[in-house]
């Protein structure tokens, strides 16, 4: 059997006061770790931890902690004590790193990839769920992965980002799962090289008897250049093309979810899951909320929340799965994202929100377009194009960049898009 790390004789340094900070700092003090220390770089944040005193002199503690754990998507080149971190950096893990090295004997299933990650772990949940196998959620996607109440037999499903994997030293999954790799926060990891290799990190401890699933040659080469020990299963789409026709899901069956489906089909073939029951199961299954999220239908017009598509390769992921559509896209762009002009003949109009509407003016140029500063105004523009015609429609938010220049995250945007849509729909269809 496996042996836990003994956290409570170990030192930490907690970076980041966010959920997940919080997360840590409450499984240490259940641990009985005794000598720990935390540090965010935003003051408010920090005064609200006043009554625990244990920020002072944290430039120190980094060089006596035996762990740094940081927090997902803080970027080292930005926080206070960069000097210091660095010199520092082999100490620094993640909660996930936590997780791993105090239950080392439960099974877990790690996914990661640019798109499609929260979907496939939730899939899977259902999937698991329906065939009687205890599980739990954690990680990127619900509760921090620390949070979670588990028993001997859990399987332990864990949405990793590519910013949890960059520093990661421990993580071991049992099940590793590596989606799809595009373009993304090239702002954050510099190159693409380095984000790829953030992904693949996912293998890095890997032993024989775990398994490793991917689809991409590309990958697969580096997979083996870099001598990972886990079971490779290589994904066809092969395989699930030949049974996905039987699956009585139509959200399921959309364009968008194929390659979530291949990976989560595979692993169901691993688990003895027989066929029967994998359909069975799948048929009660219900999208993510802002993920291609059909939420409203009026006449022969189709309203859809993709919110959480924060890049232009995410969108077209939605933009494939539907015609004559009236495409709200902008927000805050991603470093170096582009759009595919082969998705051009599926939209009829895009509706430009956002601060950043000259970026997104330029990558469209070749679409009609106009700009809008907020989703209300494009939504009741959309409106007015669409009122009194006998075509079928479908109108998407799918934005192809991050929410922050006017939200909150992306789910303040899909809830806002559906609010606005909720109230003007009725007035003008």
């Given at each position: 059997?496996?042996?836990?790390?003994?956290?409570?004789?170990?030192?930490?340094?907690?970076?980041?006061?966010?959920?997940?900070?919080?997360?840590?700092?409450?499984?240490?003090?259940?641990?009985?770790?005794?000598?720990?220390?935390?540090?965010?770089?935003?003051?408010?944040?920090?005064n609200?931890?006043?009554?625990?005193?244990?920020?002072?002199?944290?430039?120190?503690?980094?060089?006596?902690?035996?762990?740094?754990?940081?927090?997902?998507?803080?970027?080292?080149?930005?926080?206070?004590?960069?000097?210091?971190?660095?010199?520092?950096?082999?100490?620094?893990?993640?909660?996930?790193?936590?997780?791993?090295?105090?239950?080392?004997?439960?099974?877990?299933?790690?996914?990661?990839?640019?798109?499609?990650?929260?979907?496939?772990?939730?899939?899977?949940?259902?999937?698991?769920?329906?065939?009687?196998?205890?599980?739990?959620?954690?990680g990127?996607?619900?509760?921090?992965?620390?949070?979670?109440?588990?028993?001997?037999?859990?399987?332990?499903?864990?949405?990793?980002?590519?910013?949890?994997?960059?520093?990661?030293?421990?993580?071991?999954?049992?099940?590793?799962?590596?989606?799809?790799?595009?373009?993304?926060?090239?702002?954050?990891?510099?190159?693409?090289?380095?984000?790829?290799?953030?992904?693949?990190?996912?293998?890095?401890?890997?032993?024989?008897?775990?398994?490793?699933?991917?689809?991409?040659?590309?990958?697969?080469?580096?997979?083996?250049?870099?001598?990972?020990?886990?079971?490779?299963?290589?994904?066809?789409?092969?395989?699930?093309n030949?049974?996905?026709?039987?699956?009585?899901?139509?959200?399921?069956?959309?364009?968008?979810?194929?390659?979530?489906?291949?990976?989560?089909y595979?692993?169901?073939?691993?688990?003895?899951?027989?066929?029967?029951?994998?359909?069975?199961?799948?048929?009660?299954?219900k999208?993510?909320?802002?993920?291609?999220?059909?939420?409203?239908?009026?006449?022969?017009?189709?309203?859809?929340n993709?919110?959480?598509?924060?890049?232009?390769?995410?969108?077209?992921?939605?933009?494939?799965?539907?015609?004559?559509?009236?495409?709200?896209?902008?927000?805050?762009?991603?470093?170096?994202?582009?759009?595919?002009?082969?998705?051009?003949?599926?939209?009829?109009?895009?509706?430009?929100?956002?601060?950043?509407?000259?970026?997104?003016e330029?990558?469209?140029?070749?679409i009609?377009?106009?700009?809008?500063?907020?989703?209300?105004?494009?939504?009741?523009?959309?409106?007015k194009?669409?009122q009194?015609?006998?075509?079928?429609?479908?109108?998407?938010?799918?934005?192809?960049?991050?929410?922050?220049?006017?939200?909150?995250?992306?789910?303040?945007?899909?809830?806002?898009?559906?609010?606005?849509?909720?109230?003007?729909?009725?007035?003008?269809?």
């Amino acid at each position: 059997m496996k042996e836990n790390l003994n956290l409570s004789k170990k030192s930490f340094a907690i970076y980041g006061l966010g959920t997940t900070g919080k997360s840590v700092i409450n499984y240490l003090k259940k641990k009985k770790v005794k000598n720990y220390y935390f540090w965010d770089d935003k003051k408010e944040i920090r005064n609200s931890f006043k009554s625990i005193n244990k920020i002072n002199n944290f430039s120190q503690k980094l060089d006596i902690v035996d762990f740094i754990v940081l927090s997902p998507g803080i970027n080292l080149k930005k926080t206070k004590f960069y000097k210091k971190i660095k010199q520092n950096k082999k100490k620094i893990i993640t909660d996930i790193d936590l997780f791993f090295l105090s239950n080392s004997n439960l099974k877990s299933i790690v996914v990661t990839g640019t798109n499609g990650k929260s979907t496939t772990c939730k899939i899977i949940e259902h999937l698991f769920k329906r065939n009687k196998i205890d599980v739990k959620v954690g990680g990127n996607i619900g509760k921090p992965i620390l949070d979670l109440k588990l028993k001997k037999k859990t399987i332990v499903i864990i949405e990793a980002s590519s910013f949890q994997l960059s520093y990661s030293k421990f993580i071991k999954p049992d099940y590793a799962l590596i989606l799809n790799i595009s373009k993304d926060h090239l702002d954050w990891h510099g190159t693409m090289a380095n984000y790829i290799n953030s992904k693949l990190n996912i293998f890095s401890n890997q032993e024989k008897n775990n398994y490793a699933l991917l689809n991409s040659r590309n990958l697969l080469k580096k997979f083996y250049s870099n001598k990972y020990k886990g079971k490779i299963k290589f994904i066809h789409k092969n395989d699930y093309n030949k049974i996905k026709d039987k699956i009585k899901n139509s959200y399921l069956g959309l364009k968008s979810n194929e390659e979530n489906m291949t990976f989560v089909y595979a692993l169901s073939k691993i688990f003895k899951i027989k066929l029967n029951k994998f359909l069975f199961a799948l048929k009660s299954f219900k999208g993510l909320p802002h993920r291609y999220e059909i939420f409203y239908k009026k006449k022969n017009i189709t309203f859809i929340n993709d919110s959480k598509a924060t890049s232009f390769q995410a969108s077209s992921l939605a933009l494939q799965s539907s015609t004559n559509i009236f495409w709200i896209v902008g927000g805050l762009p991603k470093v170096k994202d582009n759009f595919n002009r082969k998705f051009k003949k599926n939209i009829n109009r895009a509706y430009i929100i956002g601060d950043y509407s000259k970026h997104f003016e330029k990558q469209l140029k070749f679409i009609n377009s106009s700009k809008y500063k907020k989703i209300k105004h494009a939504v009741i523009q959309v409106l007015k194009d669409i009122q009194g015609s006998n075509k079928k429609s479908t109108v998407l938010l799918s934005p192809a960049s991050a929410s922050y220049d006017q939200y909150k995250n992306f789910n303040h945007r899909g809830d806002e898009f559906k609010r606005i849509v909720k109230i003007y729909a009725k007035k003008y269809i």
